[in-house]
Structures are given as C-alpha cells and as structure tokens.
C-alpha cells in the first residue's frame, strides 16, 4: 500500500524566507515522488520528480527537495519565498510512476 | 507539442443524471489517467486506460467509466450522478518520454445540485 502525508495543511512565510513544505511517504517497494503545484482554478503542475539515482531533486521555479529513505520524507525546499510562490502543494507517491497517490495538499501564502 | 486539454471548463447537473467530461492529449501517448479533485482535497485515482482497454482502477463505483480513442482522446462518463460527485475532474497523461512525468489538464470543474 501506498499513502503520503503532508504535515501542515497551511503554511505561510513572509516574502523572502525559506519555504519548507513536508511530505511523509509510505511504500512497500521503491517509491517515485513527485511534488506539484496547483493554483487557483488551474491543473497540477510538476514541479520536480525523484525516480532513482541523486536524492537531491531539482525542480522549475528555484524549488528542491531530498529523498530521505530513512526518515521516509521527501519535503520540498525554496531558499527564497516570491510572492508568486503562493499556491497549493501536492506530493505524491507512485511505485509504477503510473497510477499517483496524493496528499491532502499544503496551501503556501507568502506574505509581503 | 505536450499539453492535455479538457472540455468542458465548468458543468452543473442534477443528480441522477449522466455526464460526460472530455480529455484531449497531444503527447502522442497511449496512456490516459483520470482523477477526482474533491474541494480541499488531493486528487484520488479514478482509472487508467492503456491503448484503449481499462488497465488500473481505484476506489470508485462502476458508475464511473471511461473510453479511450485511437486519436488519444479520452472520455470519462458519470451515471447517476450524486451530491458527492461535486468535484474537479482532472485528465492526465505522460510526455514522452513517460520518465519526464505525466502532464495534467486544467480539468473540469463538476457541479451536482
């Protein structure tokens, strides 16, 4: 069986900080993660992917997170909050990369 | 050129009635992926389509069924409608190559009153 928890269902940060967004995974075999990002009326959007190999993922919009097998986490990370940041967050987990399971959703707003 | 496009944007049914929600992809792949948005919520697997046949299927009644075209459109069905099936319906497809992660459309926003 496959879950994810994200732990925080809103987050807020001033413009400027750092954005920590959690995402907790539960897999019987080698995960894929992904992190994607919803705003307002739109789709998901991916924001980066972890499948094997570096552990430290890189995605679009200055956004990263690090796949930690041992604490079985993967939390997106941004040095800097832009008030464009301000959406909503999904982490999901798959182990086909086909069929996705999703968090609940962490909903970031970036203060001014 | 990638993009998942559906149709239409906005719906409003009365329960008990049937809706038909709409999915065009232009990845060129023969992989289709429908989930359901409930407000607040994270998108929840409905089911899948693999060169036209049903191949994964979540938590969801029979009353939800798909089809899936030689021309990489899709349709997902909704019979009987009920107050619950109020929700985001989102089509998601791969890029190719499908390691580059699936590519999900703005989605139908579903209304049951």
């Known amino acids: 069986a496959q879950s994810v928890t994200q732990l925080g269902s809103h987050v807020s940060v001033s413009e400027g900080a750092l954005v920590l967004l959690r995402c907790n995974y539960s897999?019987?075999?080698?995960?894929?993660l992904f992190w994607y990002v919803q705003y307002p009326n739109q789709g998901l959007q991916l924001l980066l992917k972890?499948?094997?190999?570096?552990?430290l993922v890189k995605g679009i919009n200055g956004f990263e997170a690090e796949f930690k097998k041992s604490e079985t986490s993967f939390h997106l990370t941004k040095p800097s909050a832009h008030m464009s940041d301000a959406a909503e967050y999904f982490c999901?987990?798959?182990?086909?990369?086909?069929?996705?399971?999703f968090g609940t959703g962490t909903s970031l707003t970036v203060i001014p | 050129e990638t993009g998942v496009t559906q149709s239409p944007t906005h719906l409003i049914k009365t329960r008990g009635q049937q809706v038909t929600l709409r999915c065009s992809s232009q990845?060129?792949?023969?992989?289709v992926s429908w989930y359901q948005q409930a407000l607040g919520q994270g998108p929840q697997f409905i089911f899948q389509y693999y060169r036209e046949e049903e191949n994964g299927r979540g938590n969801f009644p029979p009353r939800f069924s798909g089809l899936q075209f030689p021309n990489y459109s899709s349709e997902l069905n909704v019979n009987a409608l009920e107050l619950d099936d109020s929700a985001l319906y989102l089509c998601?497809?791969?890029?190719?190559?499908?390691?580059?992660?699936?590519?999900f459309g703005s989605g139908t926003r579903l209304t049951v009153v």
């Open positions: 990845s060129g792949h023969n992989t």
């Open positions: 999901a987990v798959s182990n086909t990369g086909n069929q996705f399971y």
């Open positions: 998601a497809s791969p890029e190719l190559p499908a390691t580059t992660g699936y590519t």
């Open positions: 972890y499948t094997t190999g570096a552990t």
């Open positions: 897999s019987s075999v080698p995960p894929y």
